[in-house]
């Protein structure tokens, strides 16, 4: 794969190319350098997007299509399975048409998806969002963006549509499982580290969703967003902040949500004025699959699709995709009528050829002729892979059964996902995402199962495995052998969860909400009859959400939970379960108590909590932030600033001991109390974290250096301000696991903030035995 690249100086050559293009195109050129192209789908091949199968016509011909050009190639290897050596001499001829057929001979930009690794056959999958969250391991999500980008440049792809940086707010949402985590600070820090590797290798990454998307009502897909401006801007826009103006993101994707009665789409409040003016975003706005269209036909805030792409346009949205819908006739018609200014088409042409150019695709020497040989699953992507999905599994109970060690005993293992290739992915691979619509195509990866993997992991072992049930198909056939196995067993591991799939295919997924946190189908009677037996049971959950399950917690032996954990996944929960590998997880959501106690985040003001007012008790079952591990870590000489002026930043600092004999790694967190303030504020909030590994018996002291801006909010006057008073600072193995708190108090007067302080916290680790 290439070496990583720095993305490239907008020079004065550059620069002067843009304007010469600009001014000599003709509408029709400039209008189709604001489209994609999508090749190869149509209706009868399954949907991969919201209404493709409405919105989508017949295959187009590229030539007819891209006679005047084409702003961008849509999906050329995630589409449908092709031989990646094949498929990139193909875009390389494409590339190649468009210099030499087109007036202009301006190439296109390609784009595919990439959230769990570049979505084509035969290439790495990772493990889903919330496992990088649950790894709390920003360095090494940052090396699996340098491997995802390596690996689209070799292609010649230029942008990837990710990462996901939608907090979440409501685990009934289906896309819970593209999301990092329901805490705002860690999502930015994650999704940051993920854009920086990506654009290390000179490929553009798109942020998803701008903004409010999972925060819909009911938790359902594309639905309305009922949230303050205070939640907004505090909650819900701080990572794409952080995104944008610490790790130069180059692209931004809309939400398909509209809040308070406005589609994101058409809101030139947040698309102009918050991403452009206030934060200074220079790239391009690209719009999520046939969203400006749906301005007419699901928001009916347009009379047809002219109207769409006029507000669409005049909002902020630059590049229409994956097709023209609205961005090519209906948009030209417009212009033609007087309807919209040309200077809004050439403000975001001119966006399109400034990325084009720092590119180099706009360069004379411009080669588009494939180089070297093609492996999308090289051996260091699948060891980056292995080490994500050992880091993200969680350790949530163990009573001692934990690890299993070299046993010899007889392992009973049943469940739906034991033995199911499919449990190991998310729906935005490409194994979830597109090979479901061309059965008897193989994975083209390898992906061994947990059955498979345990096997391997405990050769003395005599493991014996029956399904037991299906993940949603409700089957009871199979459950009394089930536990009558399990009861002439040593030990019992029931794995349980998710199917992922899209639009109601799956159980998890885009398009795959949930009324309840219940777990499908027949599994929870499956695992009760189980523990019914007496044998001691570990309960493996691969989800992409958060199930309420307080009994089978409180019941079971031990619980591990891992968020669909990608091709790697499956031996590294098996190294999780003979003790090779210590656990080292920690929730990146809560796990609920109700499985109707939706919404919930831990990031709830003092009115939130449980009270004499009301019967329910909204408190999870574990925590944000919770985990155990083989090891023992202790804490000691908690110590924090004092004094503070408003606006200065706080420092903090920790020893954390090893005192078990095991190496391991410690995730060492610390919250802020706002204990007063002018508008309610969350019990606790994470202002820093810190992984460590220590070997048995060595210590480290962590180091915290807190910027105020993370203690700031949205005040009444709707400033950002931090205000004087006690704020308390604590140190906490999870939100609800306090170890220390020292109250700091803010000196002075209010502070406004003018929006360049600093945004995230320092860290330093020092051995100190």
């Not at 209008?31 to 016509?57: F, I, K």
């Not at 999308?376 to 892979?385: E, G, Y």
Request: charged share 25%.
């Amino acid at each position: 794969m290439p070496a990583p690249v720095e993305q490239p100086e907008l020079d004065e050559r550059r620069s002067r190319r843009v304007e010469e293009l600009l001014a000599e195109m003709s509408l029709g050129e400039k209008l189709a350098q604001l489209v994609g192209v999508w090749l190869n789908v149509n209706r009868e091949e399954g949907v991969v997007a919201p209404l493709q199968d409405s919105m989508q016509g017949e295959d187009v011909q590229f030539e007819a299509f891209a006679r005047d050009g084409v702003g961008q190639i849509t999906r050329p290897f995630g589409t449908r399975p092709v031989d990646p050596e094949w498929a990139r001499s193909a875009l390389a001829g494409r590339q190649k048409w468009l210099r030499e057929n087109t007036r202009l001979g301006i190439p296109a930009l390609a784009h595919e998806e990439c959230l769990t690794g570049l979505a084509a056959w035969r290439a790495t999958t990772y493990p889903v969002p919330p496992a990088w969250g649950a790894s709390f391991d920003p360095g090494l999500v940052e090396e699996m963006g340098v491997r995802i980008g390596a690996s689209m440049r070799s292609l010649g792809v230029h942008q990837g549509l990710a990462p996901v940086l939608d907090v979440i707010r409501d685990q009934r949402w289906g896309r819970v499982e593209e999301c990092v985590s329901e805490d705002p600070y860690e999502v930015a820090t994650i999704c940051a580290a993920y854009v920086r590797g990506v654009q290390s290798t000179g490929v553009i990454a798109t942020l998803k969703h701008f903004v409010g998307y999972s925060n819909s009502r009911a938790g359902r897909n594309l639905a309305p967003v009922h949230a303050g401006a205070r939640e907004v801007a505090d909650t819900l826009l701080f990572p794409f902040e952080v995104a944008v103006r610490d790790a130069g993101a180059g692209s931004v994707m809309n939400s398909y949500a509209e809040i308070d009665g406005i589609p994101i789409a058409a809101d030139a409040h947040y698309l102009t004025e918050v991403l452009r003016e206030r934060w200074g975003f220079e790239g391009t706005v690209v719009a999520d699959y046939f969203a400006v269209a749906f301005l007419h036909t699901l928001h009916a805030v347009a009379a047809d699709a002219g109207d769409a792409a006029v507000q669409a346009l005049t909002a902020g949205i630059d590049v229409e995709l994956p097709t023209g819908v609205a961005y090519l006739e209906p948009l030209k018609e417009a212009v033609a009528a007087g309807r919209i200014e040309e200077s809004l088409v050439d403000r975001a042409l001119r966006r399109v050829l400034t990325q084009k150019a720092r590119l180099g695709l706009l360069d004379d020497d411009y080669d588009p002729e494939p180089y070297g040989p093609v492996d999308l699953d090289d051996p260091a992507s699948r060891d980056l892979a292995r080490r994500l999905a050992e880091e993200s599994v969680i350790l949530l109970t163990n009573n001692g059964v934990l690890p299993l060690g070299d046993t010899s005993g007889k392992i009973a293992v049943v469940g739906p996902n034991a033995d199911d290739v499919a449990a190991l992915f998310g729906c935005y691979s490409f194994v979830q995402h597109v090979l479901p619509h061309f059965p008897g195509v193989e994975t083209g990866i390898a992906a061994p199962t947990l059955l498979r993997a345990l096997r391997e992991e405990l050769p003395q072992a005599r493991i014996e495995a029956l399904r037991g049930t299906g993940v949603d198909d409700g089957d009871r056939s199979e459950i009394a052998e089930a536990a009558r196995l399990a009861a002439e067993s040593d030990v019992a591991i029931v794995v349980l969860g998710d199917r992922s799939g899209l639009f109601g295919r799956g159980t998890s997924g885009e398009g795959c909400d949930v009324e309840s946190l219940d777990l499908p189908g027949a599994q929870l009677e499956l695992a009760r009859a189980v523990l019914d037996t007496g044998t001691p049971t570990v309960v493996v959950l691969m989800t992409g959400r958060a199930y309420a399950l307080p009994d089978l917690i409180a019941g079971a032996a031990a619980v591990v939970q891992a968020y669909f954990p990608g091709e790697e996944g499956g031996g590294a929960i098996a190294r999780v379960l003979s003790g090779a590998v210590n656990p080292s997880g920690r929730l990146p959501m809560s796990m609920p108590r109700a499985t109707a106690g939706q919404p919930y985040s831990y990031l709830h003001p003092k009115l939130g909590g449980a009270g004499s007012v009301s019967n329910l008790d909204p408190a999870p079952v574990l925590s944000f932030g919770h985990g155990l591990s083989y090891t023992r870590f202790d804490y000691a000489g908690f110590a924090a600033d004092e004094l503070v002026a408003a606006g200065e930043p706080i420092r903090c600092s920790v020893t954390v001991r090893n005192t078990g004999e095991r190496a391991g790694a410690e995730v060492v967190q610390v919250y802020a109390s706002d204990r007063i303030a002018s508008v309610t504020r969350p019990l606790a909030q994470l202002v820093g974290y810190a992984r460590v590994e220590l070997a048995p018996g060595r210590s480290a002291r962590v180091a915290f250096d807190v910027p105020a801006r993370l203690l700031s909010f949205t005040g009444r006057d709707g400033r950002r301000v931090v205000e004087p008073g006690e704020v308390g600072l604590s140190v906490r193995r999870s939100v609800a696991d306090v170890i220390e708190e020292r109250t700091v108090v803010l000196t002075g007067g209010v502070y406004a903030f003018t929006g360049d302080e600093r945004r995230l916290t320092g860290v330093s680790v020092e051995p100190t035995a």
